[in-house]
């Protein structure tokens, strides 16, 4: 599971943020992941603000969507890895990490070179090895959102079996 930060105008967004929220949750100092390894399958639903006179508002707007992807010990270690790595990016700042057996949260600040910005307040909490629900809100601004934009995400997953299928380590296969 790849964790990319895909870009809207110059401001990176996570838009597979709970895929994110899945590979970083697992993170525990310890070689094994408080997790099961496997299949996952996530539901996330995001409401948008702020773009409703935009040209995109009808295809970036409010929508639910259902993903699988496959969590491995060298995914989860990779992931974790990345996560680690963007904090010391000269455009974004990690700051207020706490990651446990029992959930993670953080907050995210990026700059683009244009003068845009975004924050992020992430929080997901474990329900057990094989579920976990969170929530994330980002905020945008820039010269192609005057007006600012806001993005309220919730999600849950849960674990679906140890046999990955037809779904690789380190993509995600979108079921909905």
Known sequence: MKIQLPRFGGIPILLSLAALALSAAV????????????????????????????????????????????????TWKSDLQKLNDSQHKSDCNVTNMHLDTHGMTFDETCTTPNGGNSTIHFEAQFDGNDHMHGTAKMQMSGKGMPQGMTMNMTMTSHYVGADCGDVKPGSAKIIH
């Not at 996330?44 to 992807?69: I, K």
């Open 27 to 74: 993170a525990q100092i310890s070689d094994i992941p408080p997790v099961k390894m496997g299949l996952w399958q996530t539901e996330v639903t995001t409401t948008m603000a702020g773009m409703e006179n935009m040209p995109m508002a009808h295809a970036m707007g409010n929508h639910s969507s259902t993903t699988q992807s496959c969590m491995t010990p060298e």
